[in-house]
């Protein structure tokens, strides 16, 4: 298995530009998240999806979109990109959802995204 | 949203030497979450303590879940170069999220 797999690793926009990341997770879960990390802020939830289907804000929505394209694949979207969205972006999963207690997040290798 | 305070915020230390790292909140939560990040990969999850008072012990390393499970601490024994790395714990917010603290970078020099 994989497990959660994010792609691209690393990408530099200028401001004003749009992109999205991808991730996918084989591990059958049904929740995934989307977090920033910058430095002494620890991880911010943007986003997460708690099922197929639905999708809910976090600590730091604005300026992203997601899309929980199915069970397995979660994209964040980057409308128009500011330099403030300079960051280290994780994408995780767990089996959080359908009863599961505890919730146990699994992480992807993260895309490094600088904005110009 | 539940606030989680971890401290320090920097450790250095010499190979051997003991440590802890503390973890707390004015709030309760349902289970207490404590990961590890090297540089350059995404957290990996070292232990998850639910029960008030519970004590785990991994190896060298030993986490205690406060008995109101508003705080936790992690107690590193005779630590090693291979422990330095970013520590982060997280709670579970009786729901499908967690919220991490800022985390505690650990370097161990040898």
Known sequence: NAGVTQTPKFQVLKTGQSMTLQCAQD?????????????????????????????????????YNVSRLNKREFSLRLESAAPSQTSVYFCASSEAGGGARLYEQYFGPGTRLTVT | ?????????????????????????????????WY???????????????????????????????DARKDSSLHITAAQPGDTGLYLCAGDEYGNKLVFGAGTILRVKS
């Not at chain 1, 879960?29 to 939830?45: F, T, V």
Request: charged share 20%; with cysteine.
């Open chain 1, 27 to 63: 591990m059958n879960h049904n929740s995934m998240y989307w977090y920033r990390q910058d430095p002494g802020m620890g991880l911010r939830l943007i986003y997460y999806s708690a099922s197929e289907g639905t999708t809910d804000k976090g600590e730091v929505p604005n300026g």
């Open chain 2, 1 to 33: 949203t539940q606030l989680l305070e971890q401290s320090p915020q920097f450790l250095s230390i010499q190979e051997g030497e003991n440590l802890t790292v503390y973890c707390n909140s004015s709030s309760v939560f349902s289970s207490l979450q």
């Open chain 2, 36 to 66: 590890r990040q090297e540089p350059g990969e995404g957290p990996v999850l070292l232990v998850t303590v639910v029960t008030g008072g519970e004590v785990k012990k991994l190896k060298r390393l030993t986490f205690q879940f406060g």
